[in-house]
């Protein structure tokens, strides 16, 4: 039996899906009373969740002004991607080098539990973002490089995958086939395991893309920010 949640694990997990699922505004700073009022919470049990939230990247604390949810840019998106590209093409030619035939049967039944996440329970965000991270972290874990994975968890892929899956089944784009992508990292020679991966990777920013684009679109933020 489970132990029963705190008040500050159950704040923190209201707050949570409050920014996930844009019930907060976007760039501007947000009241600790109003915060706490929509999720139930003491103003000093919400502050513990904001700093929680804050260390996953999913709010910003400006000094002297507050916190507030960050307002992502396709350049923003671009660098992270750009970084997690980087950090995981490398982490994946140390696996590589390693030959460890154990790992291939370990990675091949996380795909195939992402895949079925994707495909038998649709509605189940949190939980494929979590699958999925689980899998990409595997491979870092796994090059034996301690500053690969702190790199990685610095651009907090955790919440990267949150968010590319949440845009992703939102807009109906979400494309996943693990499986056959393990096959193609352990299956070809290094240039095309690298392309795979960079491929796959490039795949997700895009659906991040087109969802950004469309909401700066339908708030008006891309007008003002150009201006």
């Not at 500050?8 to 844009?22: D, F, S």
């Not at 999913?58 to 970084?83: A, C, Q």
Request: charged share 30%; proline share 3%.
């Amino acid at each position: 039996m489970e132990a029963p949640k705190t008040s500050e694990e159950i704040a923190y997990e209201r707050l949570r899906k409050a920014v996930l699922r844009g019930e907060l505004p976007v760039n501007q700073f947000l009241s600790q009373r109003m915060l706490a009022e929509k999720i139930g919470a003491a103003v000093v049990t919400l502050r513990a969740a904001m700093r929680s939230l804050e260390n996953e990247g999913l709010l910003e604390n400006v000094p002297r002004w507050g916190v507030r949810v960050p307002l992502e840019t396709e350049d923003s998106i671009k660098d992270r991607y750009f970084m997690r590209e980087l950090l995981e093409v490398a982490a994946l030619r140390r696996v590589l080098e390693l030959r460890d035939p154990a790992l291939v049967e370990l990675l091949q039944r996380k795909a195939a539990a992402c895949d079925r996440m994707a495909s038998e329970d649709p509605e189940n965000v949190e939980r494929f973002a979590e699958l999925h991270f689980d899998f990409h972290h595997t491979f870092v874990e796994r090059s034996r490089s301690p500053l690969l994975l702190e790199s990685l968890d610095r651009i907090h892929l955790k919440t990267l995958m949150l968010y590319n899956a949440n845009r992703g089944w939102a807009r109906g784009y979400l494309r996943t086939n693990h499986y056959q992508l393990v096959t193609d990292l352990f299956g070809a020679d290094l240039q095309h395991a690298e392309e795979a991966m960079s491929n796959h990777i490039r795949d997700g920013m895009g659906l991040e893309l087109e969802a950004v684009r469309s909401f700066m679109q339908t708030s008006g933020i891309a007008e003002k920010t150009a201006g």
